[in-house]
């Protein structure tokens, strides 16, 4: 997983329990400060790197891209207009700040007119600090237009 931006508590817990499970983790956040701590702080848990720049963080993924947005939703428009550009078909960018589904489905949409072929989708985070460092509950939502239809799976 990705991570630009959001890195409070809830952001920079999922970080960490993404990179104690092995995965490599690239954090950006606007304010530098913040990501040169969490990386310094947490850096021994796990393969987590740093990125001073958003145009930085994005060519520091192999395409195709999966990014965690945790950033409140009042914020999300902005980052969104700053990375989307910068993406690539067949990135992902997943809202973890628990927006509103209808900001959701706008926010889809928005992003597909600026850059198609890059999915956007919602999720829901449960459990707070603790759950997000030790086993958070996700639910991750949106349009089956821009999943090529969904499936009945009520058999």
Same mark, same amino acid.
């Given at each position: 997983?990705?991570?630009?931006?959001?890195?409070? &508590? @809830?952001?920079?817990?999922?970080?960490?329990?993404?990179?104690?499970?092995?995965?490599?983790?690239?954090?950006?956040?606007?304010?530098?400060?913040?990501?040169?701590?969490?990386?310094?702080?947490?850096?021994?848990?796990?393969?987590?790197?740093?990125?001073?720049?958003?145009?930085?963080? &994005?060519?520091?993924?192999?395409?195709?891209?999966?990014?965690?947005? @945790?950033?409140?939703?009042?914020?999300?428009?902005?980052?969104?207009?700053?990375?989307?550009?910068?993406?690539?078909?067949?990135?992902?960018?997943?809202?973890?700040?628990?927006?509103?589904?209808?900001?959701?489905?706008?926010?889809?949409?928005?992003?597909?007119?600026?850059?198609?072929?890059?999915?956007?989708?919602?999720?829901? &985070?449960?459990?707070?600090?603790?759950?997000?460092?030790?086993?958070?509950?996700?639910?991750?939502?949106?349009?089956?237009?821009?999943?090529?239809?969904?499936?009945?799976?009520?058999?």
């Amino acid at each position: 997983p990705e991570f630009p931006g959001g890195l409070a &508590v @809830m952001g920079r817990s999922l970080a960490r329990n993404a990179a104690r499970r092995g995965h490599r983790v690239v954090v950006y956040n606007r304010t530098t400060a913040r990501m040169t701590e969490m990386v310094s702080q947490y850096g021994h848990e796990g393969d987590i790197r740093g990125e001073e720049t958003i145009e930085g963080f &994005v060519a520091a993924l192999p395409a195709p891209r999966t990014i965690l947005c @945790m950033v409140q939703a009042a914020a999300l428009d902005a980052v969104l207009r700053q990375l989307t550009p910068l993406l690539s078909p067949g990135d992902v960018v997943v809202d973890g700040g628990n927006s509103l589904y209808l900001d959701t489905l706008r926010r889809s949409r928005e992003v597909a007119a600026i850059n198609p072929g890059v999915l956007f989708v919602g999720m829901g &985070v449960s459990g707070g600090e603790t759950g997000a460092l030790n086993g958070p509950s996700l639910m991750v939502g949106t349009c089956c237009a821009h999943l090529g239809g969904c499936q009945s799976d009520t058999s």
